[in-house]
C-alpha cells in the first residue's frame, strides 16, 4: 500500500483487528477498523475480520465493527451489495447492546440506501418498540424515524404502538418529543382527534423549546409553531407572552415570534401584543423595526382603530424607516380595509420630507393617485416629485408617479395638467430607462384617445376586501404537514425546500427482502415475515452532468426535434393546477432550460425543454396534459443513442417534476 508500506503493514493490521490486546481498547480498536478500511484496495482483505468482529463478545467491538461495515460500503463505491453482509447486520437488530442495535439501522440504511433503506417490518418493529427504554435519547429519535416505516396492521395494534410510546411526549429531550410527535401524527393519519390531542401535549415541550439557549433550537422551534398554527389557529393563544422578545435575541428569531404573534391576536390579548410591536418599532435596528411595523399593519385588518392609532403616532418620530414601513402598512391597508382610508389620508401630508427609499416612495405615490382627491395638498407633493425626477435613481419611483399622475389628473385636471406634461416629456425625450421611457408613451397615446378611454383603463378599484379573506391563513387538515413535521421543511418552506431536493441526486428504489443465515445465533429471527430472497442489485445507470449554459434558440429546437424520433415515453399522475412558473424554476435548477411554455390554465397544455450533457448528447423534452384531469405525458428525444445517458435524464426528471407535484397548488 503506498501510504502503509505495502502488503506487510496491511497484514499487520488485519492481526490487529483479532488481537485481544487490541480489542480490549475500544478507542484502539475502532482506530484499527477505520485505518483498514480506507487503505486503497483493502476492503476485499478486511471482510472477514470484519464478520468476525459482528459476532465478537465484546460490545465496543460489534459498535466498531458495524461502522466498518459501513465504511467499506461507501468507499466501494458502485459495487454490489454484500447479502451476507446485509444479512448478518439484520441478524445484530437483537443485539444485547442497544447502541448496536442503532449503529446497525443507520449502517444498513447506508448500505441499503439505493434499494430503499433499511426494511421495517413486524417483527423488527415490534422489537425496535420494545427495546426503547434501553436507548439513549439520540437512539429513541433514531428508532422514532424508522418506525415511521412501519404500517400497523390493524386498529388495535395501531393504539398499542401508541400506548407504548406515549411517555415519549413528555421527554427531557426535544429531539425525541419532535420524533415521538411525528410518528404519531403519521400514524393517526384517520384519527383528527388523535392529532389534536397530540399536538395539545406537545405544547409545553415546544414553548420550553422556544425560550430555549439555543439559538437554533429555538428558531425550529418557532417554525413548527407556525406550521401547527396553519391548523390550529390560537393553539398558544394562552402563552402569547412566551413570544415576546428578548434584547439579546438575533433578529431571525425575533422576526419569526413577531409572525407568531400576529398569529395569537384575540380580543382578550390585543391590547398587550399591540403594546409589545410598538416597542419594538422603535428598535436600533431598523429591519426589526420595519418588520414590527408590518405586523402591526397585518393586525390592523382585523382591529383597525387600535392599530391606525399606533401607526399613526409613529409618523410622529420622523424617522425615515419608520414613516417608510408605516406608509407601506397604510398602502396595504387601504387596499384590504377601504374604511381606512379616511384616516389614512388624513396622516399622510409632510411624509413626503421624510421618505427616501424606493418602496417607501412608491407606497406614498401610489395612495396620494389612488386617493389624492381627498389628500388637499396631494398635487403640490406629486409636483415636488416631478421637479426632482431627473435626479430619481429608481426607475419603479418613476413608473409609478407616472400612473399615479395621470389618474390624479382625472380628478384634479386643473392643478396636474402642465406637470402632467413636463412628466410625459422627461420620460419621453429624455429619460434613458427605456421602461420608463415606454410607459411614458403609452399615457401619452392613451391620453391622445380620449379622458373617458383613460378611465376606461386606469379608474380601476381603489381597494379589493375580497383580498384579506385569500390571504387570511386558512384552517389546514394536519395530515397536510404531517409528513413534513420534524424536517427542514417548516424551516426553509415547501417551495424553497422542493428546489433544494431537486438538486440532490437521485437514486433508485428497489424492494429487498433479506435472508436469513442458518448459522446465525439461535433466537428467533426478526426478518421472518414474508418470503426470504438472496439480494439482487440493479446495475448503475451511471453519472450524468448537464451543461448550464447550453441553449437552444425555438428554431433550432424546433428543427432538431423534428428530425428526431422519441426515445422514451412516460405518463405522471398530475392531479393539480399547472404552474408553469414553479415548473420552469425547478427545471432550471437542474439545468433543464425552457424554450416554450402555455399559460395556466390553457387546455391543452404543454411545455418544451432542451438539456445537454458533458459528451454533447441533447435531451429534448415535450410535457402534454389534454384535460384538467388526465395525466402528463411525458416525451423525450436523444440526439445520440444512449440509453444509460437517458435513464439517468429521465431519473433528473422526475426528480424534478416530483419536486414540484410535491408542492401545494
Same mark, same amino acid.
Given at each position: 500500500? +503506498?501510504? %502503509?508500506?505495502?502488503?506487510?503493514?496491511?497484514?499487520?493490521?488485519?492481526?490487529?483487528?483479532?488481537?485481544?490486546?487490541?480489542?480490549?481498547? +475500544?478507542?484502539?480498536?475502532?482506530?484499527?477498523?477505520?485505518?483498514?478500511?480506507?487503505?486503497?484496495?483493502?476492503?476485499?482483505?478486511?471482510?472477514?475480520?470484519?464478520?468476525?468482529?459482528?459476532?465478537?463478545?465484546?460490545? *465496543?467491538?460489534?459498535?466498531?465493527?458495524?461502522?466498518? @461495515?459501513?465504511?467499506?460500503?461507501?468507499?466501494?463505491?458502485?459495487? =454490489?451489495?454484500?447479502?451476507?453482509?446485509?444479512?448478518? %447486520?439484520?441478524?445484530?437488530?437483537?443485539?444485547?447492546?442497544?447502541?448496536?442495535?442503532?449503529?446497525?439501522?443507520?449502517?444498513?440504511?447506508?448500505?441499503? /440506501?439505493?434499494?430503499?433503506?433499511?426494511?421495517?417490518?413486524?417483527?423488527?418493529?415490534?422489537?425496535?418498540?420494545?427495546?426503547?427504554?434501553?436507548?439513549?435519547? !439520540?437512539?429513541?429519535?433514531?428508532?422514532?424515524?424508522?418506525?415511521?416505516?412501519?404500517?400497523?396492521?390493524?386498529?388495535?395494534?395501531?393504539?398499542?404502538?401508541?400506548?407504548?410510546?406515549?411517555?415519549?411526549?413528555?421527554?427531557?429531550?426535544?429531539?425525541?418529543?419532535?420524533?415521538? $410527535?411525528?410518528?404519531? %401524527?403519521?400514524?393517526?393519519?384517520?384519527?383528527?382527534?388523535?392529532?389534536?390531542?397530540?399536538?395539545?401535549?406537545?405544547?409545553?415541550?415546544?414553548?420550553?423549546?422556544? &425560550?430555549?439557549?439555543?439559538?437554533?433550537?429555538?428558531? &425550529?422551534?418557532?417554525?413548527?409553531?407556525?406550521?401547527?398554527?396553519?391548523?390550529?389557529?390560537?393553539?398558544?393563544?394562552?402563552?402569547?407572552?412566551?413570544?415576546?422578545? #428578548?434584547?439579546?435575541?438575533?433578529? *431571525?428569531?425575533?422576526?419569526?415570534?413577531? =409572525?407568531?404573534?400576529?398569529?395569537?391576536?384575540?380580543?382578550?390579548?390585543?391590547?398587550?401584543?399591540?403594546?409589545?410591536?410598538?416597542?419594538?418599532? &422603535?428598535?436600533?435596528?431598523?429591519?426589526?423595526?420595519?418588520?414590527a411595523i408590518s405586523a402591526i399593519g397585518n393586525i390592523a385588518r382585523t382591529y383597525t382603530e387600535q392599530c391606525m392609532g399606533i401607526l399613526t403616532e409613529l409618523l410622529g418620530f420622523q424617522q425615515e424607516h419608520i414613516t417608510s414601513a408605516v406608509v407601506q402598512a397604510f398602502r396595504d391597508l387601504v387596499w384590504l380595509c377601504p374604511q381606512c382610508t379616511d384616516a389614512v389620508c388624513q396622516a399622510l401630508p409632510s411624509c413626503e420630507d421624510t421618505i427616501q427609499d424606493s418602496e417607501g416612495k412608491q407606497a406614498l405615490i401610489w395612495l396620494l393617485g389612488a386617493h389624492g382627491e381627498?389628500?388637499?395638498?396631494?398635487?403640490?407633493?406629486? =409636483?415636488?416629485?416631478?421637479?426632482?425626477?431627473?435626479?430619481?435613481?429608481?426607475?419603479?419611483?418613476?413608473?409609478?408617479?407616472?400612473?399615479?399622475?395621470?389618474?390624479?389628473?382625472?380628478? /384634479? +385636471?386643473?392643478? @396636474?395638467?402642465?406637470? %402632467?406634461?413636463?412628466?410625459? *416629456?422627461?420620460?419621453?425625450?429624455?429619460?434613458?430607462?427605456?421602461?420608463?421611457?415606454?410607459?411614458?408613451?403609452?399615457? *401619452? /397615446?392613451?391620453?391622445? #384617445?380620449?379622458?373617458?378611454?383613460?378611465?376606461?383603463?386606469?379608474? #380601476?378599484?381603489?381597494?379589493?376586501?375580497?383580498?384579506?379573506?385569500?390571504?387570511?391563513?386558512?384552517?389546514?387538515?394536519?395530515?397536510?404537514?404531517?409528513?413534513?413535521?420534524?424536517?427542514?421543511?417548516?424551516?426553509?418552506?415547501?417551495?424553497?425546500?422542493?428546489?433544494? $431536493?431537486?438538486?440532490?441526486?437521485?437514486?433508485? @428504489?428497489?424492494?429487498?427482502?433479506? @435472508? $436469513?443465515?442458518?448459522?446465525?445465533?439461535?433466537?428467533?429471527?426478526?426478518?421472518?415475515?414474508?418470503?426470504?430472497?438472496?439480494?439482487?442489485?440493479?446495475?448503475? &445507470?451511471?453519472?450524468?452532468?448537464?451543461?448550464?449554459?447550453?441553449?437552444?434558440?425555438?428554431?433550432?429546437?424546433?428543427? $432538431? !426535434?423534428?428530425?428526431?424520433?422519441?426515445?422514451?415515453?412516460?405518463?405522471?399522475?398530475?392531479?393539480?393546477?399547472?404552474?408553469?412558473?414553479t415548473i420552469q424554476t425547478a427545471f432550471h435548477v437542474v439545468h433543464i432550460h425552457t424554450i416554450a411554455m402555455s399559460k395556466a390554465g390553457v387546455q391543452p397544455w404543454k411545455a418544451y425543454f432542451s438539456a445537454q450533457d458533458d459528451t454533447g448528447c441533447l435531451f429534448l423534452t415535450e410535457l402534454l396534459r389534454e384535460t384538467e384531469d388526465s395525466e402528463m405525458q411525458v416525451s423525450v428525444k436523444q440526439s445520440e443513442a444512449k440509453p444509460e445517458a437517458l435513464q439517468a435524464f429521465m431519473s433528473v426528471f422526475r426528480t424534478a417534476m416530483g419536486a414540484v407535484a410535491g408542492l401545494?397548488?
Amino acid at each position: 500500500m +503506498p501510504y %502503509l508500506g505495502g502488503e506487510e503493514a496491511l497484514r499487520d493490521l488485519r492481526r490487529a483487528l483479532g488481537n485481544p490486546h487490541v480489542q480490549a481498547d +475500544p478507542l484502539r480498536y475502532r482506530a484499527a477498523v477505520l485505518r483498514v478500511v480506507r487503505v486503497p484496495g483493502a476492503q476485499e482483505y478486511v471482510r472477514q475480520p470484519l464478520l468476525n468482529g459482528l459476532r465478537d463478545p465484546a460490545s *465496543y467491538v460489534r459498535r466498531a465493527a458495524v461502522l466498518g @461495515c459501513a465504511k467499506v460500503h461507501e468507499l466501494q463505491g458502485d459495487a =454490489e451489495v454484500d447479502g451476507a453482509l446485509v444479512n448478518e %447486520l439484520y441478524s445484530l437488530l437483537r443485539d444485547q447492546d442497544p447502541i448496536v442495535v442503532v449503529n446497525c439501522l443507520r449502517a444498513l440504511e447506508e448500505i441499503l /440506501r439505493k434499494e430503499g433503506g433499511v426494511v421495517i417490518n413486524k417483527p423488527i418493529a415490534h422489537h425496535l418498540l420494545n427495546r426503547m427504554a434501553d436507548l439513549d435519547q !439520540w437512539g429513541q429519535s433514531e428508532v422514532l424515524a424508522f418506525l415511521l416505516r412501519y404500517r400497523p396492521r390493524s386498529e388495535d395494534e395501531l393504539f398499542d404502538i401508541l400506548n407504548l410510546l406515549d411517555g415519549y411526549l413528555k421527554s427531557s429531550s426535544p429531539s425525541v418529543v419532535m420524533a415521538a $410527535t411525528k410518528l404519531f %401524527l403519521v400514524l393517526a393519519r384517520e384519527y383528527p382527534h388523535v392529532q389534536a390531542d397530540v399536538l395539545v401535549r406537545v405544547k409545553g415541550p415546544l414553548l420550553s423549546a422556544c &425560550t430555549s439557549e439555543s439559538r437554533e433550537l429555538c428558531f &425550529t422551534a418557532l417554525c413548527h409553531v407556525r406550521q401547527i398554527l396553519s391548523s390550529l389557529p390560537g393553539h398558544f393563544s394562552s402563552h402569547y407572552k412566551k413570544f415576546f422578545c #428578548s434584547y439579546s435575541e438575533p433578529h *431571525y428569531i425575533k422576526c419569526q415570534k413577531m =409572525e407568531v404573534l400576529c398569529e395569537l391576536v384575540n380580543d382578550e390579548n390585543v391590547v398587550q401584543v399591540l403594546e409589545e410591536l410598538k416597542g419594538y418599532c &422603535t428598535d436600533i435596528s431598523e429591519e426589526l423595526a420595519q418588520g414590527a411595523i408590518s405586523a402591526i399593519g397585518n393586525i390592523a385588518r382585523t382591529y383597525t382603530e387600535q392599530c391606525m392609532g399606533i401607526l399613526t403616532e409613529l409618523l410622529g418620530f420622523q424617522q425615515e424607516h419608520i414613516t417608510s414601513a408605516v406608509v407601506q402598512a397604510f398602502r396595504d391597508l387601504v387596499w384590504l380595509c377601504p374604511q381606512c382610508t379616511d384616516a389614512v389620508c388624513q396622516a399622510l401630508p409632510s411624509c413626503e420630507d421624510t421618505i427616501q427609499d424606493s418602496e417607501g416612495k412608491q407606497a406614498l405615490i401610489w395612495l396620494l393617485g389612488a386617493h389624492g382627491e381627498k389628500v388637499p395638498n396631494a398635487p403640490y407633493v406629486l =409636483e415636488d416629485f416631478v421637479e426632482n425626477v431627473k435626479s430619481e435613481v429608481f426607475p419603479a419611483v418613476k413608473m409609478e408617479l407616472l400612473t399615479a399622475l395621470v389618474r390624479l389628473f382625472l380628478s /384634479r +385636471p386643473a392643478e @396636474c395638467q402642465d406637470m %402632467l406634461g413636463r412628466l410625459l *416629456y422627461h420620460c419621453i425625450e429624455e429619460e434613458k430607462d427605456m421602461a420608463v421611457r415606454d410607459r411614458g408613451l403609452f399615457y *401619452y /397615446r392613451l391620453l391622445q #384617445s380620449g379622458v373617458e378611454e383613460v378611465k376606461r383603463v386606469l379608474c #380601476s378599484p381603489k381597494s379589493d376586501p375580497s383580498l384579506g379573506l385569500l390571504e387570511d391563513q386558512t384552517e389546514q387538515p394536519v395530515n397536510t404537514w404531517a409528513s413534513e413535521f420534524n424536517t427542514l421543511v417548516p424551516v426553509y418552506g415547501r417551495a424553497r425546500w422542493a428546489l433544494v $431536493t431537486a438538486q440532490q441526486p437521485v437514486e433508485s @428504489c428497489y424492494a429487498f427482502s433479506p @435472508c $436469513t443465515d442458518s448459522g446465525n445465533r439461535g433466537t428467533e429471527s426478526l426478518i421472518s415475515e414474508g418470503n426470504q430472497e438472496v439480494l439482487k442489485v440493479h446495475p448503475d &445507470t451511471g453519472n450524468l452532468t448537464l451543461i448550464p449554459d447550453v441553449y437552444l434558440t425555438a428554431e433550432q429546437f424546433e428543427k $432538431t !426535434w423534428l428530425s428526431l424520433d422519441v426515445s422514451c415515453q412516460h405518463s405522471l399522475p398530475w392531479g393539480r393546477t399547472v404552474h408553469p412558473d414553479t415548473i420552469q424554476t425547478a427545471f432550471h435548477v437542474v439545468h433543464i432550460h425552457t424554450i416554450a411554455m402555455s399559460k395556466a390554465g390553457v387546455q391543452p397544455w404543454k411545455a418544451y425543454f432542451s438539456a445537454q450533457d458533458d459528451t454533447g448528447c441533447l435531451f429534448l423534452t415535450e410535457l402534454l396534459r389534454e384535460t384538467e384531469d388526465s395525466e402528463m405525458q411525458v416525451s423525450v428525444k436523444q440526439s445520440e443513442a444512449k440509453p444509460e445517458a437517458l435513464q439517468a435524464f429521465m431519473s433528473v426528471f422526475r426528480t424534478a417534476m416530483g419536486a414540484v407535484a410535491g408542492l401545494r397548488s
